[in-house]
Nanobody, 116 residues
Framework: QVQLVESGGGSVQAGGSLRLSCAASGSIFSFKIMGWYRQAPGKQRELVATISSVGSTNYAESVKGRFTISSENAKTMVYLQVSSLKPEDTAVYYC??????????WGKGTLVAVSS
């Protein structure tokens, strides 16, 4: 049973930083892609950043230059360093992983709340 568990969310003031972590367990394969999505109140879930098994990264335009995705431990951990936070970054942040054969996995989310 594959599980993704996020941690590191919290409440910060605008301009602050956090480091989100996601621990993957239960897989016997390497994920094709891992990443982060977010969902703000009343809005659809949106992509924040992804990292492939070979280290290629992709970011939403709204977070480029402020957020950095990374992974380690044979891709069982994925991190999202979030900096220069804005109130519009307030959302539940979800860890995401895709298996080589196209099965998607999701964590339960961690809340990031940014006050002005």
């Amino acid at each position: 049973q594959v599980q993704l568990v996020e941690s590191g969310g919290g409440s910060v003031q605008a301009g602050g930083s956090l480091r989100l972590s996601c621990a993957a367990s239960g897989s016997i394969f390497s994920f094709k892609i891992m990443g982060w999505y977010r969902q703000a109140p009343g809005k659809q879930r949106e992509l924040v950043a992804t990292i492939s098994s070979v280290g290629s990264t992709n970011y939403a335009e709204s977070v480029k230059g402020r957020f950095t995705i990374s992974s380690e431990n044979a891709k069982t951990m994925v991190y999202l360093q979030v900096s220069s936070l804005k109130p519009e970054d307030t959302a539940v942040y979800y860890c995401y992983a895709a298996s080589p054969w196209g099965v998607d996995y999701w964590g339960k989310g961690t809340l990031v709340a940014v006050s002005s």
